[in-house]
Nanobody, 123 residues
Framework: QVQLVESGGGLVQAGGSLRLSCAAS????????MGWFRQAPGKEREFVAAISWNGGRAYYADSVKGRFIISRDNAKNTVYLQMNSLKPEDTAVYYC????????????????WGQGTQVTVSS
């Protein structure tokens, strides 16, 4: 069982930056692929980024590639999402998720979810 708690969301102007954190409980955190998803009002939840269990590989949606960076610290049971050059279209609730399998682009690939943190980017 893994419990995930996101933090770091807020209101920022376009072009600004935010850093999201996701703290995980449980001693098996390092065995999970970790991902970030987001859901804007009226839209489906979409993949943002994911990182392998040891941080060796990172994967990004095309819409955030070059602007967002995912990282993890297994000693702290925490995964991060550094978001730079934010745009109004990045406005959404951001969710952290943990996957025990090797697939990572779909919501259904993930076993555990956090409650989400709101990110609002003003123009």
């Amino acid at each position: 069982q893994v419990q995930l708690v996101e933090s770091g969301g807020g209101l920022v102007q376009a072009g600004g930056s935010l850093r999201l954190s996701c703290a995980a409980s449980g001693r098996t955190f390092s065995s999970y692929t970790m991902g970030w998803f987001r859901q804007a009002p009226g839209k489906e939840r979409e993949f943002v980024a994911a990182i392998s269990w040891n941080g060796g590989r990172a994967y990004y949606a095309d819409s955030v590639k070059g602007r967002f960076i995912i990282s993890r610290d297994n000693a702290k049971n925490t995964v991060y999402l550094q978001m730079n050059s934010l745009k109004p279209e990045d406005t959404a609730v951001y969710y952290c998720a943990a996957a025990s399998g090797s697939y990572l682009y779909r919501s259904s690939d993930y076993d555990y979810w956090g409650q989400g943190t709101q990110v609002t980017v003003s123009s």
